[in-house]
T-cell receptor, first 115, second 115 residues
Framework: EPEVTQTPSHQVTQMGQEVILRCVPI?????FYWYRQILGQKVEFLVS????????KSEIFDDQFSVERPDGSNFTLKIRSTKLEDSAMYFC?????????????FGNGTRLTVT | DQQVKQNSPSLSVQEGRISILNCDYT??????FLWYKKYPAEGPTFLIS?????DKNEDGRFTVFLNKSAKHLSLHIVPSQPGDSAVYFC??????????????FGTGTLLAVQP
């Protein structure tokens, strides 16, 4: 079964550094998402992306965050200057369409640790 | 902002018995509901969904019931198997048709199926 793949599985960075989290969505999917889960808390929506632009973003997704689909297969999340509170599991997801009968398929996540 | 609530953080069930996981929501605009299962170190895996025009959806051992008037949904697993042991997340979205599929997750229920 096709799957969403994320790299790296674990990223450790120092506060203030830039990180790029990478994702390869399922190949025929058109909608892409980033979610995160801070330890012990619920999974939270960050951003959705379609047709090379952001469709919706949450309050968490401030100017420090950006997303990009640099080529036909990768989807990246960049955090420009990491803060301690950015430490979380970051999940990429994709769906075939934006309609509600097209469930999201998630990757296994990247654990980001900011020290 | 607790729009989706799972009030039971954990549930223990004997193998072969029924597992019932519950979820409540507050936003009356939600019209699509999903259940995801999550194993440690993996991303959420889609299980089953239901739209607000239905009150029941069944897929093998998994059945989701929706009670719109009570703003409540439940997931039934029959019969429960040890491999079902995982964290189960309820999720909801609003805006059927053309929505960006932004999901609001509950906090999850850890299901332990005892052999």
């Amino acid at each position: 079964e096709p799957e969403v793949t994320q790299t790296p599985s674990h990223q450790v960075t120092q506060m203030g550094q830039e990180v790029i989290l990478r994702c390869v969505p399922i190949s025929n999917h058109l909608y892409f998402y980033w979610y995160r889960q801070i330890l012990g808390q619920k999974v939270e929506f960050l951003v959705s992306f379609y047709n090379n632009e952001i469709s919706e973003k949450s309050e968490i997704f401030d100017d420090q965050f950006s997303v990009e689909r640099p080529d036909g297969s990768n989807f990246t999340l960049k955090i420009r200057s990491t803060k301690l509170e950015d430490s979380a599991m970051y999940f990429c997801a994709s769906s075939a369409s934006g309609l509600n009968n097209s469930p999201l398929h998630f990757g296994n996540g990247t654990r980001l640790t900011v020290t | 902002d607790q729009q989706v609530k799972q009030n039971s953080p954990s549930l223990s069930v004997q193998e072969g018995r029924i597992s019932i996981l519950n979820c409540d929501y507050t936003n009356s605009m939600f019209d699509y509901f999903l259940w995801y299962k999550k194993y440690p170190a993996e991303g959420p895996t889609f299980l089953i969904s239901i739209s607000s025009i239905k009150d029941k959806n069944e897929d093998g051992r998994f059945t989701v019931f929706l009670n719109k008037s009570a703003k409540h949904l439940s997931l039934h697993i029959v019969p429960s198997q040890p491999g079902d042991s995982a964290v189960y997340f309820c999720a909801a979205s609003a805006g059927y048709g053309g929505a960006t599929n932004k999901l609001i997750f509950g906090t999850g229920t850890l299901l332990a199926v005892q052999p």
